[in-house]
């Protein structure tokens, strides 16, 4: 029985790491980003003409800087699926291969973080106060999902 209910984690925790990777896909096509773009390159959307030409190398130097920690992350992503995917399932392997996972996401994330922060040093408050805003918002669409086209007002029940 313990065996089966770590089988179904680590599948959940699977579905939801390529659900991620689909997500970032299908928003990238939706938002008309190219799969070439930075990650931070939304947050450059609203800048000044002369603030752009600036970021412009930046946002060139830091997707150069991801590509290795992308890679890591990839890496032992298709690790973790191998060892869960293994005929001969060895419960040490996969607990090894989740712990890299962490550290490779997170040194991704730290690294991302860094980033972000260069890109903000660069901006002008105002443009800084915009970034704030869209960050908020993405926020409240993955919290509440995304608003519904009919709002309630107060006093109407509860749809559904």
Not at 84 to 109: G, M, N
């Amino acid at each position: 029985m313990n065996r089966k209910v770590l089988l179904v984690t680590l599948l959940v925790f699977s579905i939801g790491l390529n659900l991620v990777f689909i997500g970032v896909a299908v928003g990238r096509h939706l938002l008309g980003m190219s799969p070439g773009r930075v990650h931070f390159e939304w947050m450059t959307q609203e800048v000044s003409d002369e603030t752009g030409k600036k970021l412009r190398s930046t946002l060139r130097a830091y997707r150069q800087e991801s590509r290795p920690a992308i890679r890591e992350l990839r890496k032992v992503q298709h690790q973790l699926r191998a060892a869960i995917s293994t005929d001969e399932y060895v419960e040490a392997d996969v607990v090894a291969r989740l712990a890299e996972v962490r550290r490779a996401s997170a040194d991704l994330q730290k690294s991302m973080h860094r980033q972000m922060v260069g890109i903000l040093r660069e901006l002008a408050p105002e443009e800084r106060s915009h970034v704030l805003d869209m960050i908020k918002r993405q926020d409240n669409r993955l919290r509440y999902g995304p608003p519904s086209e009919h709002p309630r007002r107060p006093g109407d029940p509860p749809k559904g």
